[in-house]
């Protein structure tokens, strides 16, 4: 079965218990950006807003937006010890806490 962009989109937005407004205001990508992508399909979608939705969602950027490509390949940087926070401009420092912050409110034992 091939999957496209949105139908990943989708998946992945569901796995993570997120909606389309969130995955905006933590991948730093216009809602209006995300809303025209399922409007008028990925075939346009610049390479820049595609690579951080895949970044934000943690999966490859092959996998987002190559419909051939049905498997996801975590890229789970902070695990893998790839990925220094310390390193991020100012404001990428402050999505990645906000990410952080979302990820443990939703999945603390009493929320779950």
Same mark, same amino acid.
């Given at each position: 079965?091939?999957?496209?962009?949105?139908?990943?989109?989708?998946? $992945?937005?569901?796995? *993570?218990? &997120? @909606?389309? /407004?969130?995955?905006?205001?933590?991948?730093?990508?216009?809602?209006?950006?995300? +809303?025209?992508?399922?409007?008028?399909?990925?075939?346009?979608?610049?390479?820049?807003?595609? $690579?951080?939705?895949? *970044?934000? &969602? @943690?999966? /490859?950027?092959?996998?987002?937006?190559?419909?051939?490509?049905?498997?996801?390949? +975590?890229?789970?940087?902070?695990?893998?010890?790839?990925?220094?926070?310390?390193?991020?401009?100012?404001?990428?420092?402050?999505?990645?806490?906000?990410?952080?912050?979302?990820?443990?409110?939703?999945?603390?034992?009493?929320?779950?």
């Amino acid at each position: 079965m091939v999957l496209t962009l949105t139908d990943k989109l989708d998946q $992945l937005l569901r796995e *993570r218990g &997120l @909606n389309k /407004s969130q995955l905006s205001a933590l991948s730093g990508v216009p809602y209006t950006t995300i +809303a025209s992508l399922y409007e008028k399909g990925a075939d346009n979608a610049k390479r820049s807003t595609l $690579l951080s939705l895949a *970044r934000c &969602l @943690n999966v /490859s950027l092959d996998y987002l937006a190559d419909d051939s490509v049905n498997e996801p390949q +975590a890229q789970i940087l902070a695990s893998a010890g790839h990925f220094d926070p310390d390193k991020l401009t100012p404001e990428g420092r402050e999505r990645y806490e906000e990410y952080i912050e979302f990820l443990a409110e939703k999945f603390t034992k009493e929320n779950v």
